[in-house]
C-alpha cells in the first residue's frame, strides 16, 4: 500500500524557517517513473504547486517562491524534507506532499496524497 | 506561465442530475489535463489523468474530455458522496504545474 504522510510544526512565528518531511512508503523515491511534489492550499482557497523533487534528484520550484525554498530527500529513510524561509502570515494553510506518476507518453499526475499538514504562521 | 480558468466556480445540484464542469487552459495543452476531487478536510483525489483516463477506482460515471485549451468532467449521475470541490490541474509544463481555481458542487 503506497502512503504519504507529511509532518512537521503546527505553529511558526513570523520569519521563521518551516521544516516539513514528506514520509513516503510503498515506493521507492528512486523508481524513474515517480516524483514527489509539495503543494499547499490557504484556507478556502485553491491548490497551489510549491516543488518537486525527481527520483534522480534534480529540484524545480514555483518561480513565485523560490528564493525561500528548498527540496530535498534522504531516499535510504524514504523521506522529503522542504524548508521554507522567512515564513509569513500569507504562507498559514495546508501543506500536502503528493507523488507524481508518469502514466507514460508524458501524462504525470499526483496519484497519491498526504493527509496534509494545517501550519499557522503568527506571532 | 499557464493559467487555467473553471466554470462554474459553484453549482447546486441534485442527486440523479448530470453535471459538467469546465477549465480552460491560457495556451494549448493538448491533453496533458487532470481533474481531482476535494472533500472539505481531505487531500485532493486523482480522477482523471490525460484528459479522459479514468484513475483506477474510480466510479464509471465519471468522466473527462477535451484537447487543446477547453475540457469538461461530466459526473453522468451524481450521488451523495460527489458532492465536493473538483479542480484541474494542467502538467503541460510539468512539474510546474498549475491548477484551476475550483468548482464547488454542493445542494
Known amino acids: 500500500q503506497v502512503t504519504l504522510k507529511e509532518s512537521g510544526p503546527v505553529l511558526v512565528k513570523p520569519t521563521e524557517t518551516l521544516t516539513l518531511t514528506c514520509t513516503v512508503s510503498?515506493?521507492?523515491?528512486?523508481?524513474?517513473?515517480?516524483?514527489v511534489t509539495w503543494i499547499r492550499q490557504p484556507p478556502g482557497k485553491a491548490l497551489e504547486w510549491l516543488a518537486h523533487?525527481?527520483?534522480?534528484?534534480?529540484?524545480s520550484y514555483t518561480k513565485s517562491l523560490r528564493s525561500r525554498l528548498t527540496i530535498s530527500k534522504d531516499t535510504s529513510k524514504s523521506q522529503v524534507v522542504l524548508a521554507m524561509t522567512n515564513m509569513d502570515p500569507a504562507d498559514t494553510g495546508t501543506y500536502y506532499c503528493?507523488?507524481?506518476?508518469?502514466?507514460?507518453?508524458?501524462?504525470?499526475?499526483?496519484?497519491?496524497w498526504g493527509p496534509g499538514t494545517m501550519v499557522t504562521v503568527s506571532s | 506561465d499557464i493559467q487555467m480558468t473553471q466554470s462554474p466556480s459553484s453549482l447546486s445540484a441534485s442527486v440523479g442530475d448530470s453535471v459538467t464542469i469546465t477549465c480552460r487552459a491560457s495556451?494549448?495543452?493538448?491533453?496533458?489535463l487532470n481533474w481531482y476531487q476535494q472533500k472539505p478536510g481531505k487531500a485532493p483525489n486523482l480522477l482523471v489523468y490525460?484528459?479522459?483516463s479514468l484513475q483506477s477506482g474510480v466510479p464509471s460515471r465519471f468522466s473527462g474530455a477535451g484537447s487543446g485549451t477547453d475540457f469538461t468532467l461530466t459526473i453522468s449521475s451524481l450521488q451523495p458522496e460527489d458532492f465536493a470541490t473538483y479542480y484541474c490541474?494542467?502538467?503541460?509544463?510539468?512539474?510546474?504545474?498549475?491548477f484551476g481555481p475550483g468548482t464547488k458542487v454542493d445542494f
Open positions: 503528493a507523488r507524481t506518476l508518469d502514466y507514460g507518453s508524458g501524462r504525470e499526475a499526483f496519484d497519491i
Open positions: 490525460g484528459a479522459s
Open positions: 523533487i525527481f527520483s534522480g534528484g534534480e529540484k
Open positions: 510503498g515506493f521507492s523515491l528512486s523508481n524513474p517513473r515517480m516524483g
Open positions: 490541474q494542467q502538467s503541460y509544463t510539468t512539474p510546474r504545474v498549475t
Open positions: 495556451q494549448s495543452i493538448t491533453t496533458y
